[in-house]
């Protein structure tokens, strides 16, 4: 009688703290070797000597890979494998993603899953909300059918941005396991905005967070990656300057906010960041593109036809269209002087010839200071 043996599971996958090790080595290789670029698929297989499919597998953290294959990836970068770096997971712990085969290297979705954990505790109210469907429309295709990473709603004041950014998200919340908006309208540091995300991601459970900006990006990118999270931040131009240094540039110490953008763009994952502003940071202006995964979009003003859901139908109302480009707050700041100052007659304010007023002026003069 012969005796069967018995199979057993080989294998290990990156720890958390191993994630973030290799994470955080490499982006430091990228800033000091390559010119701040993120390294390719195919230059991580040269340096590695492991083929690009392996690397996928090491970088999910739930495909089991042998022990001498992290050894390769961490001696790659200058690193010593230590046990706490990896794991042998429970069998059917995790059911591991089935290796990806697409050519934009985007993990397939395998959503429709109502997203469980959402925190929109600081979104303003957008009871009312008028028209917009055209830009809902392709926004939504952007990130639910093309897989789009990062995603700019660039334009001036008043535009309607956030409410837009509020509506969007709360119309595709349902595909996403994790959902968080946040306003960097106080200029938060980015390492309080992280360290914000990573304990609400980490769904309440005590973290030990890295030190470093790095660590914590390097963090952050594996729970994207291992989750469909959505991450809205608005008002994303606070942390901009304001002078004649260039378009795009952050404030001293709010740098890392370009390298979080950087890592959303430039990695593999299944999640996707929006955010909001007034000007087009520098990173964004280099990732953008037609068929990139990084997309901008300019948000111009309401129509005319929806216009007239506010102040009626008549052809005064496309009169102020053109005074104001359909600025939605500009007319909101209209409609209730007509209403306090002219009874309501749109004839009688234009027979005024001034457009521009009170806080009308304010808008356009924190725009101007913009450009």
Known sequence: MKSQKQTRKRGVI????GFD???????????????????????????????????MKVFSCKIRVDKQTLNRCFRAFKLQLEPNDYQHPIQNAIPPSPPYQGGNMNPPYQGGNRGDRIDWHETPDISVFYGRTEELANLKHWILEERCRLVTLLGMGGMGKTCLSVKLAEQIQEQFDFAIWRSLGNAPPVQDMLAELLQFLAADTKINLPETIEGKIA??????????????????????????????????????YGQLLRQVGETIHQSCLIITSREKPKDIALLEGETSPVRVWQLKGLQVTEVRQIFGESTESSKLVDFYAGNPLALKIVYNTIKKLFDGSIYEFINQNIAVFGEIRQILDRQFKRL
């Open 14 to 17: 990156l720890t958390t703290q």
């Open 21 to 55: 090790k290799l994470m955080a080595a490499k982006y430091e290789a990228e800033s000091c070797e390559n010119c701040d670029k993120r390294y390719t698929l195919e230059a991580l297989s040269y340096r590695t000597g492991l083929d690009p499919d392996t690397l």
């Open 219 to 256: 963090r952050l990118m594996h729970y994207l990656r291992s989750s469909r999270c959505l991450l809205v931040l608005d008002n994303f131009e606070t942390i901009l300057q304001e002078c004649d240094y260039g378009v795009g540039y952050y404030r001293q110490r709010y740098e890392g």
